[in-house]
């Protein structure tokens, strides 16, 4: 069946970096953008920013700019978020999804399928 | 950035009975190809979210048909004809345009 598999629980010190995989299966990797979306503790969702599984174009909320790199890797069907210069306000269930409508399409519309989500805790 | 505004914040429901929920935005969401960039996704407790409506009003794969989206330009209504038990959760609709992406503060539907 169609789906996305996330990397591992990360715990981390502030001022580190941590990198998110999602693999998808059950599907063409590039036929769909991912999005990646956060939610810390009690709170709703926020948007990261997309990435063209096709093409690598890359669009990220301007909070992020700077922060995050996100990246894809077709040959193993992984897209990745990375997050630099963590604080204790990073702390959170990090999401990919996958966009319902093919790339022409563009990355505008809902979001499908999810990811089971990475939970990363920063700490001292 | 679009920001969108969803009331009531907090819906106590009876199952059987019917319940709504709106989200405005700050601009139009309709697309220059005539489709409403308006979803809305259902967090059950201790799930990851799932998406219900797309485009404004289309269920999206096995979503009960008990669930509508309606709306159009800046103002949309999520409707749940007789809620379930199973539909309690957190409910969010979030906007595409434009490829920048926001979310509204999500509506806490909880059994009375």
């Known amino acids: 069946q169609v789906q996305l598999v996330q990397s591992g629980a990360e715990v981390k010190k502030p001022g580190a970096s941590v990198k998110v995989s999602c693999t998808a299966s059950?599907?063409?990797?590039?036929?769909?953008?991912i999005q990646w979306v956060r939610q810390a503790p009690g709170q709703g969702l926020e948007w990261m920013g997309w990435i063209n599984p096709d093409s690598g174009g890359r669009n990220l909320a301007q909070k992020f700019q700077g922060r995050v790199t996100l990246t894809r890797d077709k040959s193993i069907g992984t897209a990745s978020m990375e997050l630099s210069g963590l604080t204790s306000d990073d702390t959170a269930v990090y999401y990919c999804?996958?966009?319902?409508?093919?790339?022409?399409?563009?990355?505008?519309?809902?979001?499908?399928?999810w990811g089971q989500g990475t939970t990363v805790t920063v700490s001292s | 950035d679009i920001v969108l505004t969803q009331s009531p914040l907090s819906l106590p429901v009876t199952p059987g009975e019917p319940a709504s929920i709106s989200c405005r935005s700050s601009?139009?969401?309709?697309?220059?190809?005539?489709?409403?960039?308006l979803d809305w996704y259902l967090q059950k407790p201790g799930q990851t979210p799932q998406l219900l409506i797309y485009?404004?009003?289309n269920r999206a794969s096995g979503v009960p048909d008990r669930f509508s989206g309606s709306g159009s330009g800046t103002d949309f209504t999520l409707k749940i004809s007789r809620v379930e038990a199973e539909d309690v959760g957190v409910y969010y609709c979030?906007?595409?345009?434009?490829?920048?992406?926001?979310f509204g503060p999500g509506t806490k539907v909880h059994l009375k």
């Open positions: 999804a996958r966009v319902i409508f093919g790339v022409v399409s563009g990355p505008n519309y809902g979001m499908d399928v």
């Open positions: 059950g599907y063409t990797f590039s036929d769909h953008y």
């Open positions: 485009l404004g009003s």
């Open positions: 601009q139009s969401l309709l697309h220059v190809a005539g489709d409403n960039v």
């Open positions: 979030m906007q595409g345009l434009q490829g920048r992406i926001t």
